[in-house]
Antibody
Framework: EVQLVESGGGLVQPGGSLRLSCAAS????????MHWVRQAPGKGLVWVSR????????SYADSVKGRFTISRDNAKNTLYLQMNSLRAEDTAVYYC??????????????WGQGTLVTVSS | DIQMTQSPSSLSASVGDRVTITCRAS??????LAWYQQKPGKVPKLLIY???TLQSGVPSRFSGSGSGTDFTLTISSLQPEDVATYYC????????FGQGTKVEIK
């Protein structure tokens, strides 16, 4: 059974940093592109970032480019999102997600339960 | 960047009604279009991908159609358990979600 478990969320002041983790199990982690998607309270889904199976290729939404960094450790089956220069508008539940297939162009089939990040003074 | 626009933003229908949600891409995306269902307090669930392929385990009352820029999600007979917000997503190049359509029972 595919499992994705996020951690690392919490309360942080504007301008601060936070690193999210997503522990994966139940599949061959090193073969899949992985994604981060966020959802502000009461709002819609917003794609944040994705990373290739070997970590060599990444892409970001314009709203987080230059502030967030996605990475992975295939030996530890873990996905990360380093978030710097956090703003109030980054407040959201952050989900990690895996596609249906190992291709880059694939919809998101498996989702974690999410971790809440709150940016506030 | 390609924008995804859903309509309506919300709807209310009776049990048994046929419900249609529309998603429009600002540029052609072939059939790289997925639909997700998110029930209150729950994680999004993939319903349809490749515009019209039903994900395993999804009831057959859900269907999708379209290609290029215009897509639809249809619920043939609305059930109480279908109360949720539905999102379209293009998944080629930069993945982008629509703003969502909230479906309620009248």
């Amino acid at each position: 059974e595919v499992q994705l478990v996020e951690s690392g969320g919490g309360l942080v002041q504007p301008g601060g940093s936070l690193r999210l983790s997503c522990a994966a199990s139940g599949f061959t982690f090193s073969t899949y592109w992985m994604h981060w998607v966020r959802q502000a309270p009461g709002k819609g889904l917003v794609w944040v970032s994705r990373i290739s199976s070997d970590g060599s290729s990444t892409s970001y939404a314009d709203s987080v480019k230059g502030r967030f960094t996605i990475s992975r450790d295939n030996a530890k089956n873990t996905l990360y999102l380093q978030m710097n220069s956090l703003r109030a508008e980054d407040t959201a539940v952050y989900y990690c997600a895996r596609g249906v297939t190992v291709a880059v162009t694939t919809p998101l089939e498996h989702w974690g339960q999410g971790t809440l990040v709150t940016v506030s003074s | 960047d390609i924008q995804m626009t859903q309509s309506p933003s919300s709807l209310s229908a009776s049990v048994g009604d046929r419900v249609t949600i529309t998603c429009r891409a600002s540029q052609g995306i072939s059939n790289y279009l997925a639909w997700y269902q998110q029930k209150p307090g729950k994680v999004p669930k993939l319903l349809i991908y490749a515009a019209s392929t039903l994900q395993s385990g999804v009831p057959s009352r859900f269907s999708g159609s379209g290609s290029g820029t215009d897509f639809t999600l249809t619920i043939s007979s609305l059930q109480p358990e279908d109360v949720a917000t539905y999102y379209c997503q293009k998944y080629n190049s930069a993945p982008t979600f629509g703003q969502g359509t909230k479906v309620e029972i009248k």
